[in-house]
C-alpha cells in the first residue's frame, strides 16, 4: 500500500511568487492533516481536513495559505504571495478515524 | 492546552551504548503520546505510541518508552545504539477524546559514534 505522498519536494521560488503544494493521503483515510516547520522552531499544526471539510484551522499562519480538498481526496495548499518567513517544511499526514497519523516526506520551500 | 518539552536538542552516544531521550509533557486531559523518528530526507515515522494501555511501551528497532505520569515524562530508551539510529526524533502529545492536532517538542537530534 502506498504511503502519503507530497508534491514537490522542494521548491524554491522568489518573495510574492505563488506555490502550491500537493498531500495525496494514505487510500481510505478521511483525515488528512498539514504540518509546517520554519528554520529553528518545533512542527506546528496548520489545518484538519475530515473528508472534504475543515475540522480546525486553528493554525493557519494568515490568508495568505489556502487549504483544499476538493472531493475529500488529495489537498492542495497555496501560498500567495509568499513571503520570507514562509520557508520551511511543509509535512502532510493522514489517518483513519483517530488513530496514528502517517506523514509524508514533507515539501522544502525555499523564498528568496 | 498541551505541551512538549524535549530537554535536549543534540544528543551523542557511542554505537553499543545506550541512548536517552527525554521528553516532558504537560496536558489539562488525559494525553496520548508518541516518539517520531525523520531520517535524513524521510518523512516523519512512528516509532511507538502510549494511550492509556500499558505505561511500558515497545516501539520498532528495540526502542521504548515509560510514560509516568507523577513525572510528566516520556523518556525514550534503547539499551544498544546503532549507527542507522541516526536521525531526529520528536516527541509528541495530543489528547485523547479531542482535537487530533498533533503537538510536536522541538526535536533531539541523535548522533552515534563508532
Known amino acids: 500500500e502506498a504511503g502519503v505522498t507530497q508534491f514537490p519536494s522542494h521548491s524554491v521560488i522568489e518573495k510574492g511568487q505563488t506555490v502550491t503544494l500537493r498531500c495525496d493521503p494514505i487510500s481510505g483515510h478521511d483525515n488528512l492533516y498539514w504540518y509546517r516547520r520554519v528554520m529553528g522552531k518545533e512542527i506546528k499544526f496548520l489545518l484538519h481536513f475530515v473528508k472534504e471539510s475543515k475540522q480546525d484551522e486553528s493554525g493557519m499562519p494568515n490568508n495568505r495559505f489556502l487549504a483544499e480538498r476538493t472531493g475529500g481526496t488529495y489537498s492542495t495548499l497555496k501560498v500567495q504571495p509568499a513571503e520570507l518567513e514562509d520557508s520551511g517544511v511543509y509535512f502532510c499526514?493522514?489517518?483513519?478515524?483517530?488513530?496514528?497519523?502517517?506523514f509524508g516526506p514533507g515539501t522544502r520551500l525555499l523564498v528568496l | 492546552a498541551q505541551s512538549v518539552t524535549q530537554l535536549d536538542s543534540h544528543v551523542s552516544v557511542s554505537e553499543g551504548t545506550p541512548v536517552l531521550l527525554r521528553c516532558n509533557y504537560s496536558s489539562s486531559y488525559s494525553p496520548s503520546l508518541f516518539w517520531y523518528v525523520q531520517h535524513p530526507n524521510k518523512g516523519l515515522q512512528l516509532l511507538l505510541k502510549y494511550t492509556s494501555a500499558a505505561t511500558l511501551v515497545k516501539g520498532i528497532n528495540g526502542f521504548e518508552a515509560e510514560f509516568k505520569k507523577s513525572e510528566t515524562s516520556f523518556h525514550l530508551t534503547k539499551p544498544s545504539a546503532h549507527m542507522s539510529d541516526a536521525a531526529e526524533y520528536f516527541c509528541?502529545?495530543?489528547?485523547?477524546?479531542?482535537?487530533?492536532?498533533?503537538?510536536f517538542g522541538q526535536g533531539t537530534r541523535l548522533t552515534i559514534n563508532p
Open positions: 509528541v502529545v495530543t489528547i485523547i477524546q479531542g482535537a487530533q492536532k498533533l503537538v
Open positions: 499526514a493522514s489517518s483513519q478515524d483517530k488513530g496514528t497519523q502517517y
